[in-house]
């Protein structure tokens, strides 16, 4: 606890005014230049003296200087209480990122992040379960980075025309000196805190950083770390040698001596003397909230210093669903009244039905997919180029032209014919985006779960659970598709067969709906941490 100097009342440390407070007498100090008087902490000791929390549920510890501080509930398991151990000495942080975002402004951001997305269960956002956000320093390693000595780096020409059927291409080694010496790489120096969630919120500015006093946990919690610097040794130098190499490349001497050259290595061709200098113990800050239910828990967290989001949001079905009926009452109505009152329809009408239907299961796979696809994109996760915008804008072309077409009574006779045209270029346009789609999921059953996350591993593990399950239904959907068009293009007297069909391929799309739903809720949820188990971060019952 670090005393005022005018009154001894405990002081805290004020986000606004980045300065410690003392509620009793209204003072503020600097902070760097405060101590803490009950403990053997000053600017000259490598330790200062906390106070330990240990969940008696998970095992999780966290920290504070204020030997008043009560703790109400575990922030990792949501357990009832924490259970203070003692005071105990603490090797002192080189640097600490003070908070900067008030928990005004961090409630204000969640808020903000969870109306992003309509379908998120309404009790996410509820007042008490976000008043129970908490700021806790995270501890980080920062490291900085030297590239001395030579480096070599590939290089090829254009390709020249040498005579009638022989072209040339010259492979060079692009040699040179270089002292170079790079910082800013940071990584969680936590067991506890998920590496998901740290890169989610990355990145810190360090520039903003300060040498470590204990005032700034005044009022704050804070983790000491328990990951050795060295853990990510090799991520770091690969970081590392790929900015060294880019900034020499950008470099108007090797600009200038590879004018004409192609320079585009990969990493691994690159020769470069890259090492880590050194690694500083930092503590930035972190807003954590947390949402148990049954044996799953959610975590909410937001950046102390930017704002950044990044949070647990599972969907609700029941909005999913309501939404759902409201959007399929709008098109039936829509199809009805086209169907029903435009006097060149009627006698096509169940055709008309079931192609603009097929349409629209085919749209619905697609989204469905595409959803899918982002959820499991991650760090070095699918990546897809197909953007939502570009297809979405095909297919409303293709519907308009539809609805156009079999809305001019002058092609009655062909109708079949006409009505046919439009959903063709439609399922062309639709072919070829489940086409990159199916690229991207393959790539998803070849992923592996090797030095993953704990999230992460049980993201990919629930993917490719899915995609087992569904794998029966997609492919009667398609065979739908297939026989939906094939009875839009020979007759379109068939109503009840076409009314099945549209029927069908509705049920279908729901069914497959319903699988996603599943898997988005399923993976936004974790497992119960259990830091007291040897060898084990989370229960495995």
């Not at 440390?13 to 100090?29: E, L, P, W, Y």
């Not at 151990?85 to 969870?114: H, L």
């Not at 192609?355 to 990546?383: D, E, H, W």
């Not at 999230?455 to 995609?467: D, G, H, M, N, S």
Request: one cysteine or more.
């Amino acid at each position: 606890m670090v005393g005022c100097p005018t009154c001894g009342a405990a002081l805290r440390f004020d986000i606004a005014s980045q300065k410690m407070a003392c509620d009793h007498c209204g003072n503020f100090f600097e902070t760097q230049r405060l101590v803490d008087n009950s403990s053997r902490d000053d600017a000259r000791s490598s330790q200062f003296d906390s106070y330990v929390y240990i969940c008696p549920s998970c095992g999780a510890e966290l920290l504070t200087t204020d030997k008043n501080d009560a703790v109400g509930f575990c922030q990792y398991c949501g357990g009832a209480s924490m259970i203070y151990e003692k005071m105990r000495q603490e090797w002192k942080p080189d640097y600490i990122i003070p908070f900067k975002i008030t928990k005004e402004d961090c409630k204000k951001q969640y808020c903000k992040e969870v109306r992003r997305h309509p379908f998120v269960s309404g009790k996410y956002s509820k007042a008490d379960l976000i008043e129970s956000f908490r700021g806790i320093y995270m501890p980080y390693w920062n490291y900085r980075a030297v590239m001395n000595g030579q480096f070599r780096v590939p290089a090829k020409s254009e390709r020249q025309h040498v005579s009638l059927n022989t072209y040339e291409i010259v492979h060079y080694d692009v040699v040179g000196n270089s002292n170079l010496a790079l910082e800013g790489y940071s990584r969680d120096a936590s067991v506890n805190f998920d590496d998901d969630i740290s890169d989610a919120l990355a990145p810190y500015e360090y520039r903003q950083q300060m040498p470590f006093a204990p005032g700034y946990l005044s009022g704050f919690y804070a983790e000491s770390g328990d990951v050795s610097a060295h853990e990510y040794d090799s991520a770091i130098n690969l970081e590392t040698k790929e900015d060294a190499v880019n900034i020499l490349l950008n470099d108007s001497a090797v600009k200038s001596c590879c004018e004409k050259l192609k320079v585009t290595p990969s990493t691994d061709e690159v020769n470069a003397n890259v090492n880590i200098e050194s690694a500083k113990r930092t503590l930035n800050p972190v807003w954590f909230m947390s949402y148990r239910s049954g044996k799953q828990i959610t975590y909410a967290t937001v950046n102390g210093q930017t704002g950044k989001v990044a949070a647990d949001l599972p969907l609700s079905p029941l909005r999913i669903l309501l939404f759902a009926l409201g959007i399929s009452s709008v098109i039936f109505g829509i199809i009805a009244l086209l169907m029903n009152f435009v006097p060149s329809i009627p006698s096509i009408k169940a055709n008309g039905t079931l192609g603009l239907s097929l349409i629209l299961m085919n749209a619905g796979m697609y989204y469905l997919q595409s959803s899918f696809n982002r959820t499991v994109a991650g760090k070095g996760g699918v990546k897809t180029k197909l953007t939502n915008g570009g297809y979405t804008a095909a297919l409303l072309i293709c519907l308009v032209s539809f609805i156009g077409v079999i809305s001019d009574g002058s092609y009655e006779k062909d109708m079949q014919h006409i009505c046919f045209i439009p959903m063709l270029a439609t399922a062309v346009i639709m072919l070829l985006a489940h086409l990159k789609q199916t690229a991207d999921t393959s790539r998803i059953k070849k992923m592996v779960t090797d030095n993953t996350s704990v999230l992460r591993t049980r993201v990919i593990t629930e993917a490719k659970a899915f995609l087992r399950r569904v794998v029966w239904l997609k492919l009667v959907m398609y065979l739908s598709l297939a026989a939906g068009a094939y009875v839009v293009y020979i007759d379109p007297a068939y109503n009840a067969v076409s009314y099945g069909l549209s029927f069908l391929a509705a049920a279908e799309l729901f069914g497959l709906a319903v699988f996603h739903i599943h898997f988005q809720t399923s993976v936004a949820k974790r497992p119960l941490p259990q830091f007291n188990k040897k060898g084990a971060r989370y229960d495995e019952n």
